[in-house]
C-alpha cells in the first residue's frame, strides 16, 4: 500500500515494495519472451542478440518500471540526489571497488572478442547497475528511510539486495547462498558510494564496472565460465569491513543527520 507524504510525495508500504520487485523481476522477462522467444533469452552473452535481448532488453524495461513507480510518487529527486554527506576518507571505498575492477577484468578475453560484442556486453553491464540501483539503492533506501532510522533502512535495502541474488540458485545450485551473503555486504558499500557521490550516479557506475570486470570472461558464452573474482572481492570486503569497523564512529561528519525523519514502521 501507498500512503500521502508531505508536499504531494507517498510513501511506499512493504507489500507495495514487495509487489514491486516481483514485477521488476517478472514482467521484462515476460515481455522478452513476447517479443523475442525464448531461445535469445536463454542465450547469455553468446552474441551481440542474446546479449541484447537477454540482459539489455529485459532492464531497459524493468528500469522503465521503476521510472514510472518512481513517477507516481514524486521520488525522482530523493531517489537520484543523497543529503547525507560522508567524511573524506570514505571516498576509499569507491576507489578500492574501481581498483579491484581494474585487477580481475579478462583484458585478453576481451581483446580477442569482436568490438560489437564488447560494446553490447558494456551497455548490458551498464542496464544492470542502472536497474539495479534505481530499485535498491533509490526505490527500496527511500521506502526505508520512511518507515526506520537510517541504520535499519540501510539493512532491510540491502537485505533486500542480498535476497535477490537467491534467485541464481537456478543456474549456480547451493552457491546462490553464497552470493547473496556477498551481496548483502556490496550493498552497503554501494550504499556508502551514494553517500559519497551526493547522489545515485556513482553506485550505478561502481555496481557497472564490478560486473563488467567480473564477467568479462563471459563474452561469447552462454554458460557461467569459472573465475576467481570473487575470491579476491571476498578479500577487498574483508579489508573494506575491517577499515569500516575501526572508523566506523567517524563515517558521517559531525552534525550529519539522516535525510528523512522516520515513523514507527
Known amino acids: 500500500m501507498t500512503s500521502a507524504h508531505g508536499g504531494g510525495e507517498r510513501r511506499l508500504g512493504w507489500f507495495a515494495l514487495g509487489a514491486l520487485i516481483v514485477a521488476w523481476l517478472v514482467l521484462p522477462l515476460f515481455a522478452a519472451v513476447v517479443a523475442f522467444g525464448v531461445d535469445d533469452l536463454d542465450g547469455g552473452y553468446r552474441t551481440v542478440r542474446t546479449t541484447i535481448v537477454s540482459v539489455v532488453f529485459v532492464d531497459v524495461c524493468a528500469i522503465l518500471i521503476l521510472a514510472l513507480v518512481i513517477q507516481r510518487l514524486?521520488?525522482?529527486?530523493?531517489?537520484?540526489?543523497?543529503?547525507?554527506?560522508?567524511?573524506?576518507?570514505?571516498?576509499?571505498?569507491?576507489?578500492?571497488?574501481?581498483?579491484?575492477?581494474?585487477?580481475?577484468t579478462d583484458y585478453a578475453h576481451l581483446s580477442a572478442a569482436r568490438t560489437t560484442q564488447v560494446l553490447a556486453f558494456a551497455l548490458a553491464m551498464l542496464a544492470i547497475g542502472l536497474s539495479e540501483e534505481l530499485l535498491f539503492r533509490g526505490v527500496a533506501l527511500v521506502a526505508m528511510r520512511d518507515r526506520y532510522r537510517e541504520g535499519w533502512a540501510v539493512f532491510w535495502s540491502c537485505l533486500l539486495f542480498g535476497a535477490l541474488h537467491l534467485v541464481n540458485v537456478i543456474t549456480v545450485g547451493g552457491g546462490a547462498a553464497g552470493q547473496a551473503v556477498m551481496s548483502f555486504g556490496a550493498g552497503?558499500?554501494?550504499?556508502?558510494?551514494?553517500?559519497?557521490?551526493?547522489?545515485?550516479?556513482?553506485?550505478?557506475?561502481?555496481?557497472?564496472?564490478?560486473?563488467?570486470?567480473?564477467?568479462?570472461?563471459?563474452?561469447?558464452?552462454?554458460?557461467?565460465?569459472?573465475?576467481?573474482?570473487?575470491?579476491?572481492?571476498?578479500?577487498?570486503?574483508?579489508?573494506?569491513?575491517?577499515?569500516?569497523?575501526?572508523?566506523?564512529?567517524?563515517?558521517?561528519?559531525?552534525?550529519?543527520g539522516a535525510p528523512t525523519t522516520a515513523t514507527p514502521g
Not at 537520484?80 to 575492477?101: F, G, S
Not at 550516479?201 to 567480473?214: E, M, Q, S, T, Y
Open 74 to 104: 514524486k521520488w525522482w529527486r530523493r531517489v537520484l540526489c543523497e543529503d547525507m554527506p560522508t567524511r573524506r576518507w570514505v571516498v576509499a571505498v569507491p576507489i578500492a571497488y574501481l581498483v579491484y575492477c581494474l585487477a580481475v
Open 188 to 256: 552497503y558499500f554501494l550504499y556508502l558510494c551514494r553517500r559519497v557521490g551526493r547522489g545515485l550516479w556513482l553506485p550505478v557506475l561502481v555496481h557497472a564496472a564490478i560486473d563488467f570486470a567480473v564477467f568479462s570472461n563471459q563474452i561469447g558464452y552462454d554458460q557461467q565460465q569459472s573465475s576467481d573474482a570473487a575470491f579476491y572481492e571476498f578479500l577487498l570486503m574483508a579489508g573494506l569491513a575491517i577499515l569500516l569497523l575501526v572508523r566506523r564512529k567517524s563515517i558521517s561528519p559531525a552534525g550529519a
